[in-house]
């Protein structure tokens, strides 16, 4: 198969990009069964020991292998807790939403932009007011306030790809259903759910995804074990670094994997 | 389908948004007001309105290089991300002529962005730091005699990781955009004697720009809140997020409202600045 | 070679490894010429177009433009134009910008630019649209923009795929009379495609009718008309009725056809080959189809039942069944109708001299006649 200069440079950049930002994670799982307490070069021996090796007595956390980590798992629990009520809060108000804004509404234009500016908010000042708001309320931090934190952020990624993705005749089909006498309700349920199903999955499965990463907004209204993304930041702020931390990443990097083969089934099927 | 049921299904969206974005922005902002020696969170308890807090800022010796820090390196980011990731969408949409192998390119990159924040940078040590493998390769090929320690803890640590973290974000709208654009305008371009690189230009790339744009608002107002990638690596950089971090874990409301209150509004201003040059809703609903 | 325009031997181009779009497709287009690209849909006149302004490249055989091999020459090189079926304006520039673009990739100084597009655009009848945007401008407007930018850099061949497809009848006929003085007052060649023979037959100097990769047939268009030289030549240009027969024997200056519902004559020509024995399609335009008193004088007679009839304003289209299944079309002045009842039995008849006696049934291979009339 001859192919152009052009075209070998053009995969060459794009393989060299796909190693760039696979290069941590590579290493991170490379790592994670080495042994000795520090985390760089050179690697000594292979162990699983990260993984699961009995503790010795008592250890610091970083010396706590994954398995008998009981922190480390509550709050992997609570990240998956956490996203999937994302995920599916985000895909029903994201495909009300989007639905809704394809007629034109009164203050349509400034609903999206007012939406939108959830995305534009710097993470920061989110978590910060979020504090504020809590605090003056006198209200806990819970579970809830994690996924509300997170919400304000995916709503508007996954309405913009929701919009994005939309078939233009959707509306079409939408009066040809009831030009033929269909109810509103079913002209739903048989013509426009069909259609934008996988949207409103992937809206979901986005939601999941970009909540389980979240950290800056989430930091701020996590209290205990927290989310896993906090749990870690905070172990890592007091606790020296050990390959037991690339254990738990490769673990979560797993999980994670899953969640991809979905989207990617999702998007094989869709591909438009 | 009836108007009214239009207006009903924009709630969800309409509360989630009042209750969990207004109401805590219109928090920051009222409490940036406040005097800075309060720890109360309530406005009325804390006293009449006053602007100390901003004079402080705006006074403050450090503030020209937090500045810096903040906004400088999130520009400078910004297009340096807009320059690795513009290439990949562009082979990815015209280079790649079959769909399942973009559709598994695609999914191959998502795949490192599942990996939790904290870990994802950490696993830079073995890479940057002293013992780590770039050094290893440069002092085995002698280029180097001694190992270097700039490669990490510094600025330039920063703008690697975060070129790592963010390039994605770049690539899916401007892919997104490219995928839009009608092939026979193209074409139409190339028959008008354009040479490739006007066709690129003139047709392509301009056509690409509202990706472009919404890439590099996200990418920008990702780093600008991202205290955490620079309070773990930039060793002792410091930037507006980490002032707020710091002062709100110290309870510090007022100033840390104030400092987030003046990132809001530049990035507001930023926002606008840009969606002036592109406009954004052609990409979504026209 | 050197006073063709365009050239071309054996073209062969290909779609993936299955879709044969263009099989050995030889032709030369003179210079100055409207030539017009006629077949049905998906014949290979749209990616013939492509080819010649250089957006495909071909797999096999020779193109030539003005004398110059055409295989490794890029679309921004040739001096060729194209309009293309969905106008592709430019959706991020104005009017202006649209019909200047070719210029400006022409290296053209700004002055130039500004009197060339202004001129094009009131040569299309466009003037003072400038400022506007494409999504402003109504489906003719925009076409005549994508018009205007294809002229205005002055092409010696300028291509415009189906440009009379996509608008209603008046402007149809507005369009062609426009491009017809368009083009004698310019000179450039021409090459327009389209599915409508009407089309082609008013338009062109040079007719060239395409199936499924090949050609059918090359001409004038009142030579393709008079002398169709394969059944699917005569089926697609200009409206005929057509029946399979055989040659049986021939007397004087007269072949006698027989067919299955009857015997049909033809006249001979002195020069040509020897028909007898050939099975071939017999054809009769419905034009020349008399009824009543003026049929009794033919030659070919028949008794019929008049079965139905479309009206078209200035001239009716009957159908007189003869047998079962067997309907002939005639083209009547609508007060020679008048006095005909639906239903009713009538003669209808023809001279043999009108006939035509087609023995291809197509360039294609493969295909035998009752597959061609009837269409595949």
Not at chain 3, 261 to 289: F, H, N
Request: overall charge positive.
């Amino acid at each position: 198969m001859y192919m152009k200069l052009r075209e070998i440079i053009a995969r060459l950049y794009l393989a060299f990009m796909m190693a760039f930002i696979w290069l941590p994670i590579a290493f991170m799982i490379l790592l994670s069964f080495k042994t000795g307490g520090n985390v760089s070069f050179p690697i000594e021996g292979f162990t699983l020991d990260w993984y699961g090796a009995k503790p010795k007595g008592y250890e610091y956390i970083s010396y706590v292998s994954v398995l008998y980590d009981s922190a480390f798992w509550e709050a992997l629990q609570n990240s998956a807790l956490v996203s999937a009520a994302v995920g599916a809060i985000t895909c029903l108000i994201v495909t009300a939403t989007a639905l809704a804004l394809r007629h034109r509404v009164v203050g349509r234009d400034v609903l999206f932009y007012l939406i939108l500016l959830g995305f534009i908010v710097p993470g920061v000042s989110l978590g910060l007011g979020h504090v504020l708001m809590y605090k003056q309320l006198d209200l806990e931090f819970t579970f809830w306030s994690a996924v509300a934190v997170d919400l304000v952020f995916t709503v508007p990624f996954g309405l913009v790809l929701m919009m994005a993705r939309f078939d233009p005749d959707l509306m079409l089909y939408e009066q040809a259903a009831s030009v033929l006498r269909s109810s509103p309700s079913s002209v739903f349920r048989r013509v426009t759910m069909p259609l934008i199903k996988w949207e409103i999955l992937t809206a979901g499965v986005l939601g999941f995804v970009l909540s389980w990463s979240e950290l800056v907004r989430t930091s701020f209204v996590m209290k205990g074990t927290g989310v896993l993304a906090t749990y870690i930041f905070n172990q890592m702020q007091i606790n020296p670094v050990t390959p037991k931390w690339y254990a738990a990443g490769t673990i979560i990097a797993s999980v994670s994997f899953v969640g991809l083969i979905l989207v990617g089934y999702i998007m094989s099927r869709t591909a438009k | 389908m009836a108007k009214l049921t239009n207006y009903v299904m924009l709630l969800p969206g309409l509360i989630t948004c009042l209750v969990f974005l207004i109401v805590p922005l219109a928090m920051i902002v009222s409490m940036s007001f406040s005097t800075y020696a309060t720890t109360s969170v309530s406005r009325s308890a804390a006293g009449a309105l006053t602007f100390e807090n901003y004079v402080k800022f705006f006074t403050s010796p450090q503030t020209p290089t937090i500045l810096f820090n903040t906004f400088g390196m999130a520009v400078l980011t910004c297009f340096m991300v807009f320059i690795f990731a513009y290439p990949m969408a562009y082979i990815l949409n015209f280079n790649i002529k079959s769909n399942i192998v973009r559709n598994y390119t695609l999914w191959f990159l998502t795949v490192p962005f599942l990996i939790d924040w904290t870990i994802r940078t950490v696993a830079w040590i073995p890479i940057l730091g002293e013992s780590g493998i770039i050094n290893y390769i440069l002092m085995s090929l002698r280029i180097t005699s001694r190992p270097l320690t700039e490669l990490l803890f510094t600025r330039y640590t920063l703008m690697i990781i975060w070129l790592q973290t963010y390039v994605l974000f770049m690539m899916f709208p401007i892919t997104l955009a490219l995928q839009r654009i009608d092939p026979d305008l193209i074409a139409a371009a190339k028959v008008l004697k354009a040479p490739p690189w006007r066709v690129f230009y003139d047709i392509i790339f301009k056509l690409s720009l509202p990706g472009v744009v919404t890439g590099f608002i996200f990418v920008f107002v990702s780093i600008l809140g991202d205290f955490i990638t620079p309070g773990l690596w930039a060793g002792g950089l410091q930037t507006m997020g980490l002032s707020i971090a710091w002062y709100s874990g110290h309870f510090v409301w007022p100033y840390a409202a104030a400092l987030s209150t003046i990132l809001l509004a530049i990035s507001l201003v930023v926002l606008y600045v840009l969606l002036k040059v592109v406009d954004i809703k052609k990409l979504i609903y026209e | 070679m050197a006073d063709k325009m365009v050239t071309s031997k054996d073209l062969v181009k290909w779609y993936g490894k299955s879709v044969l779009a263009l099989n050995k497709v030889t032709f030369e287009i003179n210079e100055g010429d409207f030539f017009v690209l006629i077949g049905p849909s998906g014949c290979g006149k749209s990616t013939l177009l492509k080819v010649m302004s250089g957006i495909l490249d071909y797999d096999e055989g020779q193109l030539f433009i003005k004398g110059a091999e055409m295989k490794k020459v890029p679309p921004h090189k040739r001096d060729v134009s194209l309009m293309l079926e969905n106008y592709a304006l430019f959706p991020h520039m104005n009017v202006f910008n649209n019909v200047a673009f070719g210029l400006k990739m022409l290296g053209k100084d700004a002055s130039e630019i500004q009197r060339e597009v202004k001129e094009s655009l009131e040569l299309v009848g466009l003037g003072g649209f400038e400022k506007r945007s494409p999504l402003e401008l109504s489906g003719g407007q925009r076409q005549r923009v994508a018009l205007a930018r294809a002229l205005v850099i002055k092409p010696s061949v300028l291509l415009l795929d189906e440009p009379l497809s996509h608008v209603d009848y008046i402007l149809q006929r507005k369009l062609m009379e426009d491009l017809k003085n368009l083009h004698k007052k310019l000179g450039n060649t021409f090459v327009l495609t389209t599915h409508v023979q009407e089309h082609g037959l008013s338009l062109a100097d040079t007719m060239m009718v395409m199936n499924t990769g090949v050609i059918e047939q090359i001409g004038r268009p009142d030579q393709i008309y008079s002398n169709p030289r394969t059944v699917f030549a005569a089926r697609f240009v200009g409206d005929i009725n057509l029946f399979s027969g055989e040659v049986t024997s021939r007397q004087g200056d007269t072949y006698f056809v027989k067919t299955e519902w009857g015997e049909l004559q033809a006249s001979s020509s002195k020069e040509g080959p020897d028909m007898v024995g050939k099975k071939l399609a017999y054809g009769i335009r419905p034009k020349a189809i008399k009824v009543n008193d003026e049929a009794l004088s033919s030659a070919n007679q028949f008794k019929s039942k008049f079965s139905g009839y479309y009206y078209f304003g200035d001239a009716v289209e009957c159908l007189f069944e003869i047998v079962q299944g067997v309907t002939v079309k005639a083209s009547l002045a609508p007060e020679a109708v008048s006095n005909l009842k639906p239903g009713e039995s009538y003669t209808i008849g023809w001279n043999p001299a009108d006939a035509k006696l087609i023995e291809k049934p197509s360039v294609v291979e493969g295909l035998n006649i009752e597959e061609v009339i009837y269409g595949k």
